[in-house]
C-alpha cells in the first residue's frame, strides 16, 4: 500500500510564493503519474498538475498554468508543486495523487491513490 503524504502548506500573502512536497513511502513514479488536485471551501476537488515518471509529459490547470510548477525528485521518491504569484482564489486543501494515466488524473477518475492533504492559506 502506498501512503503520499504531503508538506509545505501554510499562511502566505497574495503574490508570494510557496512549494509543496508528496513524499511516497515507495517508488511510485514509474508506474504512474503523479499529480495535484486542490478543494477549496464549499468546492468541488479540481485538478492542478501532474507528470509522468521521466517529466518528459506534464500538464497544468488553465488556472495555473505560468503560475506553478510541478517536478520531481526520483531519489527521495517526493513529487514537488512550485506555486508563485499566488492569488486568494488559491487558497485550499492540497492533495497528491497517483494515477494510471495523465487522462486518469485530469478527469479526478480512477485514482489509484490520495494523499490526506495540506492547507494553503493566501491572504489579500
Known amino acids: 500500500q502506498v501512503q503520499l503524504v504531503e508538506s509545505g502548506g501554510g499562511l502566505v500573502q497574495a503574490g508570494g510564493s510557496l512549494r509543496l512536497s508528496c513524499a511516497a513511502s515507495?517508488?511510485?513514479?514509474?508506474?504512474?503519474?503523479m499529480g495535484w488536485f486542490r478543494q477549496a471551501p464549499g468546492k468541488e476537488r479540481e485538478f492542478v498538475a501532474t507528470l509522468n515518471w521521466s517529466a518528459s509529459s506534464t500538464g497544468y490547470a488553465d488556472s495555473v498554468k505560468g503560475r506553478f510548477t510541478i517536478s520531481r525528485d526520483i531519489a527521495k521518491n517526493t513529487v514537488y508543486l512550485q506555486m508563485s504569484s499566488l492569488k486568494p482564489e488559491d487558497t485550499a486543501v492540497y492533495y497528491c495523487a497517483a494515477a494510471s494515466s495523465m487522462s486518469s488524473m485530469r478527469a479526478g477518475a480512477g485514482i489509484k491513490y490520495w494523499g490526506k492533504g495540506t492547507l494553503v492559506t493566501v491572504s489579500s
Open positions: 515507495e517508488r511510485t513514479f514509474s508506474n504512474y503519474y
